[in-house]
């Protein structure tokens, strides 16, 4: 046996990854299987937290993306002290053109957009740092597959982390076996021989898995084009080392795997003006694709390098892969599964589509005649939200628009909108609730342009609305623009000024100045709640509580109950961002009032002044005095919390949903797809720390929360959305590694308050995410996660979230 078999390298490299993994296990994880071609070999799959390939200097001793390992049994190779076997690598982690892990700024780690995934990965500095030739492989649309020995006659075929049955029908380790031993057949070849010729050559075989029948993805692929398309050989060690693409086809042909196309090209130009062509049209050779693979290795940086900080962290020599994906045609068909799945989920009335997905005039057309083909055949939906029949849908509706009506739909989607109506006049309608900073836009742009503007609270008496309608009228007749500043965040709100106008001579058009309610409910809470504390008195009616917090529950009022607002309400809109500071809504609003309008665009000092006017505005109607003292009164009557709890500022759907769709855990599919399409996934998620049922017992940990409630400035925590556990009951996500996560004023409270958490209240820590029926207290899921943290797993599913991360702060809450 060559001693050059386990070279010391590639067994240091596992030691490390055990050590890390112990020191910190959220970094580094593993899981042990038994090789199905021979049970009495253990397999330990290694996984790092996806999101840390991103940090400079990396964390890890490597950067492979599927990583396979096993202890060497002694008396194999005992001329030296080596204990570990590298049995199967996948390729270094690699990135899209717009992305990148390292940057420095002055000298500066880079971390403003660490938390978004979104560094700039400029192709310059590709041009810079990367020599030929540069190799574009089609990105296949399936699940990686590795193929490795681990004796001379025997092989492990895995998915990117697993191997093996998984306790569901068929696996994709499981699925990649059976078409291997397919495509063997069909050479007479046995996996015998396949597992000896990579055994001699330290190989892993690396391929994709594109079969539609077992599971389908966003392009389709026939039946002579299904199985697994070989599209690169790694040298099974430690450092990242990959075969050219000759070697590689090659042994395609050889062992009947189906090659992937590829081209070679000379430069980073000729790459982005090749991969720009395809980007026009959507297609390579005939046919739709995601993108491509680009394979090309680290040189020393040309001359005329501006920074040294733009270098791939590897030495010169290395592969280096990256990607260049296109939005067309396959974006569009993404899009088409996804409202085709909300459409499924929600119901066709009540599903409520983002106008981001409904831009192109196709996926418009989709949506009418996927909603009419649900309503008339649901049976051919009955599992594509499992992931089958969504290539036959598309396929469907591809063929529908050939058709004269699919022909007529398309023109009529296409054809330039009706002549706009000439209008005489303008009213401007925020659509907004308190905190949003629609008064303060207003009052900027009121003094910018000498708009008209009312304010629905300075309007005192019991019928206020018809005398803030009457007021909004009445300026109208004297401005030609004019502010309606009310919330105006329901529909009849809106239908109330809209009737208001209807009959008006000249015609009055209505311009909404929109803030999507468009992100996390804790996100929006936490920033309109921190702005109305932030103006004190200023406003009419609703004042901050700076003792019990009150006007934080009116927040959450107008969040539950606002409606979106439709395109078919008003005649235009000016969409502003909720987290803009009043400089950047003023110039956003300033902006769009003077696309929209026709007028003068006003100087930066114009700006400057009326931002300093809107930043100083407070209004000078006030409620009675005896009003206030009824309000006073009701503040020292503020009910006691129910619980204090952290609200995640993280789309917890959204998560979830894209894990389930990675994911190989069938029964989490059902359970998942269930709680969704019945509407029982919680509505505000929330992480309970002590509820008043607990009380006296947990008195000091009930202090220590109502203290950071009522801190001026509230400090952050950080923590990782660790595990989705569920069982057929509840479903639960496990909180880990809670911290500090910084703070202006907060931030000594808050580090007591870490360093004080009992180990018993962090096993516990957990967000429930919805029970399968009624009558199912949502508490079960504390025990749940306990039951789970302490290995009594028996019933117990889950499915590892890999690194999610989320922040938020914690609220005493009344329900």
């Known amino acids: 046996m060559s001693t050059t078999r386990f070279p010391l390298e590639d067994s240091q490299l596992i030691h490390d990854l055990h050590r890390l993994s112990n020191k910190s296990p959220k970094l580094v994880r593993s899981t042990v299987y038994s090789a199905p071609s021979d049970p009495s070999i253990s397999i330990r799959s290694w996984k790092m937290n996806e999101f840390k390939y991103y940090d400079v200097p990396s964390p890890f001793p490597t950067l492979a993306r599927g990583l396979f390992s096993r202890e060497i049994p002694s008396g194999i190779d005992q001329q030296r002290e080596q204990t570990y076997q590298i ?16 940057t420095d700024v002055g000298g500066f780690r880079f971390k403003l957009l660490l938390k978004l995934h979104a560094f700039r990965f400029q192709w310059s500095s590709l041009s810079y740092h990367t020599g030929p030739t540069y190799t574009l492989s089609l990105k296949s649309n399936g699940c990686i597959i590795f193929i490795a020995p681990i004796s001379t006659s025997k092989l492990i075929v895995t998915s990117k982390h697993a191997l093996g049955p998984q306790g569901v029908a068929e696996t994709h380790s499981e699925v990649g076996h059976r078409w291997l031993k397919k495509h063997l057949a069909d050479k007479g070849k046995t996996e015998e021989q396949l597992a000896a010729d990579l055994w001699e050559k330290r190989w892993t075989a690396v391929a994709e898995l594109c079969d539609d029948s077992f599971e389908e993805h966003v392009l389709p692929y026939s039946s002579e084009m299904s199985g697994l398309h070989l599209h690169g050989i790694n040298k099974t060690t430690k450092g990242f080392y990959t075969m050219p693409t000759e070697t590689v086809d090659v042994f395609a042909e050889e062992w009947g795997f189906i090659k992937t196309p590829t081209i070679t090209l000379n430069s980073i130009p000729d790459v982005k003006s090749f991969t720009d062509d395809i980007a026009k049209i959507g297609k390579w050779n005939g046919e739709a694709l995601e993108g491509f693979v680009v394979r090309t290795h680290v040189a020393d940086a040309k001359c005329g390098s501006t920074s040294r900080d733009t270098r791939p962290p590897y030495p010169t020599g290395s592969s280096l892969f990256f990607k260049v994906k296109f939005d067309e045609p396959y974006m569009m068909y993404r899009d088409w599964r996804e409202v085709t799945k909300s459409l499924l989920s929600k119901g066709i009335s009540d599903a409520k589509l983002p106008k981001s997905k409904l831009k192109r005039r196709e996926t418009r057309l989709y949506v009418d005649w996927v909603k009419k083909e649900i309503k008339h055949n649901p049976g051919a939906f009955s599992e594509f939200t499992k992931g089958k029949g969504i290539i036959a849908t598309r396929e469907r509706f591809l063929k529908w628009m050939e058709t004269d009506d699919g022909k007529k739909g398309l023109t009529l ?9 000439e209008f005489g006049k303008t009213m401007i309608v925020p659509v907004a609730i308190p905190g949003c900073g629609k008064t303060t836009v207003s009052v900027a742009l009121a003094s910018l342009f000498s708009f008209g503007h009312t304010q629905s609270d300075d ?64 996100t929006i809470h936490r920033v309109c709640s921190d702005r109305v504390f932030s103006r004190g008195d200023k406003h009419q009616t609703l004042h901050a509580d700076t003792l019990a917090k009150s006007h934080e529950d009116v927040i959450w009022q107008f969040i539950r109950s606002s409606e979106d607002l439709a395109d078919s309400e008003v005649d235009a809109s000016i969409e502003m961002d909720l987290e803009d500071d009043l400089e950047q809504a003023v110039k956003r609003a300033v902006a769009a009032c003077v696309s929209n309008l026709g007028l003068r665009q006003p100087s930066a000092e114009e700006i400057d002044e009326a931002v300093f006017k809107a930043r100083n505005y407070a209004s000078q109607t006030k409620k009675p005095d005896d009003k206030k003292s009824k309000k006073k009164e009701e503040k020292q009557q503020q009910p006691t919390p129910r619980y204090f709890g952290l609200l995640p500022e993280v789309d917890l759907r959204a998560v979830i949903k894209k894990r389930m769709e990675e994911a190989e855990a069938e029964g989490g599919k059902a359970f ?19 509820h008043k049922n607990s009380l006296p017992g947990a008195v000091e940990l009930w202090e220590r929360c109502a203290k950071l409630h009522s801190a001026i400035s509230p400090p952050f925590f950080s923590f990782a959305l660790g595990h989705l556990v569920w069982n057929e009951r509840v479903m639960a996500l496990t909180v880990d590694d809670f911290e500090l996560g910084g703070s202006a004023d907060g931030g000594q409270e808050g580090s007591e308050f870490v360093s004080t958490l009992s180990e018993e209240v962090r096993e516990s820590l957990h967000i429930t995410v919805g029970t399968s029926k009624d009558g199912i207290p949502p508490f079960e899921a504390k025990a749940l996660v306990e039951d789970w943290r302490s290995g009594k797993r028996f019933g117990i599913d889950s499915l590892d979230l890999e690194g999610v991360m989320a922040r938020g702060r914690i609220k005493g809450l009344l329900n």
């Open 672 to 690: 998942w797809n269930a709680l969704v399409t019945e509407n029982r996934v919680t509505q505000r998620p929330h992480v309970t720390f002590v």
């Open 459 to 522: 309007v005192q008496g019991k019928k206020s609305a018809p005398a803030f309608i009457r007021n909004v009228v009445n300026l109208l007749k004297n401005h030609d623009v004019v502010i309606a500043d009310k919330n105006n965040h329901l529909r009849q709100h809106r239908e109330s000024l809209r009737e208001a106008i209807v009959q008006m001579n000249p015609p009055v058009r209505l311009l909404a100045l929109n803030w999507a309610l468009d992100r996390p409910q804790a």
């Open 87 to 102: 049995v199967a690598r996948g390729y270094d982690k690699f990135f899209n053109i717009g992305e990148v892990p390292w």
């Open 413 to 421: 989607e296409s054809e330039a909108p009706p002549a706009a109506k």
